[in-house]
């Protein structure tokens, strides 16, 4: 129990701390903190980045080096698309990370939802650091310009610090070290539900005039894969942001709470695979694509979506705009990744997904909402959904919401 309490209180400090950089009302007074533990920590940061070869390139580094070398291949023939800066598909990652894992190493990737490969080292490590054990793990995270992150996680028995090495590609598909540095992690908790969560000590104002967030999550304990596919299929797309449908209580008794013009373009990238092109529609969303995209996925009548929502009867469009400063004010909460976490099949042929609201910017927090997802599969494998109920004790972490057109701005729970 008190471990426990322990950990809630941990978690109400970190959310705190969330408050105070967004609104920038309070100085940090760790600086110092964190300069001194770096301090103490430097002999043993320098040994780690050690053994220098002949042509001066450290263990570290060649380590990370040799990591890329082995999926090199599969980089080489990757589609990298046209921009100067590469961006994976998420197949090509899992690929390489899968590729990296065989050696035996602790391999992650810039996936959503994806599981680290050989995750038991890094679990035992943090077991270990819970009771004070010393000691060390490596973990490799392929990133989506296709590099990799080479992470030393360092235990002491009461201090943590990361030797981090970044490797880059250059002309002609070869690897080369960007930078290897070390941090001192300013705190740290190995979660209940298996995520690993720190802070790094990273600069603070007056330092700095800008905030820097040195929050960091990394899942250890892996999903079921049915928890992975109904997470991508019901609630990666459409998120916390520019809609209400996850962030507001509703069922088919109240369907007035929804944002239907906010919501449009993300049913629209869950059906089409795309996102809406403003350009397509200068005078608005023409009446029959909006309602029949709307009761493809919700259980309305095109008479309640007209009442509901922003229409225009002169021009029989829905109006639509895009997300921007006069319409959506940013928060951390919005940009949480949903995960289903548990699945419950009724009689009556619903589900109802548990879904947690996962932060790894500024709060870093495994949790910030539970909230429990009603919906309901066709024998075609196209769903509806019928309902959302957020946690009574999390609803005061829902911050308020604005409707896109209408501009109203109501509690989001």
Not at 5 to 29: H, N
Not at 142 to 165: A, H, L, N, P, Q
Not at 276 to 298: A, D, H, Q, R, T
Request: glycine share 6%.
């Amino acid at each position: 129990m008190k471990e426990m309490e322990r950990k809630r209180l941990r978690r109400q400090g970190r959310r705190r701390r969330c408050v105070r950089l967004l609104m920038v009302l309070i100085i940090s007074s760790s600086l110092y903190a964190c300069a001194k533990k770096e301090a103490e920590l430097e002999k043993e940061i320098e040994s780690e980045k050690e053994i220098e070869s002949e042509k001066g390139i450290s263990e570290a580094e060649m380590d990370c080096k040799k990591q890329m070398e082995q999926f090199q291949n599969i980089y080489e023939k990757a589609d990298k698309g046209e921009t100067s800066n590469v961006v994976l598909q998420d197949e090509t990652m899992l690929e390489m990370q899968k590729r990296a894992g065989k050696t035996g190493n602790l391999v992650s990737a810039e996936v959503a939802y994806s599981n680290v490969e050989n995750y038991e080292k890094l679990d035992q490590f943090l077991n270990n650091c819970e009771i004070g054990k010393s000691g060390s793990v490596v973990i490799y995270n392929v990133r989506r310009d296709g590099g990799i992150s080479r992470m030393k996680f360092i235990y002491d028995g009461t201090e943590m610090y990361v030797v981090s090495t970044s490797g880059i590609w250059i002309e002609e598909n070869t690897p080369r070290i960007a930078y290897t540095t070390s941090i001192p992690v300013k705190e740290w908790e190995y979660t209940e539900k298996g995520w690993f969560c720190y802070e790094l000590c990273v600069p603070e104002p007056p330092e700095v005039t800008e905030i820097m967030d040195g929050s960091c999550l990394i899942r250890v304990k892996p999903m079921t894969e049915k928890q992975r596919v109904l997470s991508q299929l019901c609630v990666q797309k459409i998120g916390y942001q520019g809609n209400n449908l996850l962030c507001s209580n509703w069922n088919l008794n109240n369907l007035d709470v929804l944002d239907y013009n906010g919501l449009y373009e993300y049913l629209y990238a869950m059906k089409y695979g795309q996102r809406v092109s403003p350009e397509n529609y200068p005078e608005g969303i023409p009446k029959e694509e909006f309602e029949n995209l709307m009761m493809e996925y919700l259980p309305i009548t095109s008479e309640e979506i007209r009442k509901y929502a922003v229409f225009n009867q002169e021009k029989q469009t829905y109006d639509w705009a895009q997300l921007g400063c006069m319409n959506y004010t940013p928060t951390f909460f919005c940009t949480c990744l949903p995960e289903v976490i548990d699945v419950k099949e009724n009689a009556d042929g619903t589900m109802v997904l548990t879904v947690d609201a996962v932060c790894n910017k500024v709060a870093c927090d495994d949790t910030v909402i539970t909230h429990e997802l009603t919906v309901r599969f066709r024998e075609d494998g196209s769903f509806q959904y019928l309902g959302n109920e957020i946690r009574k004790e999390d609803r005061n972490n829902v911050p308020e919401y604005q409707y896109r057109v209408k501009g109203e701005i109501k509690n989001g729970s």
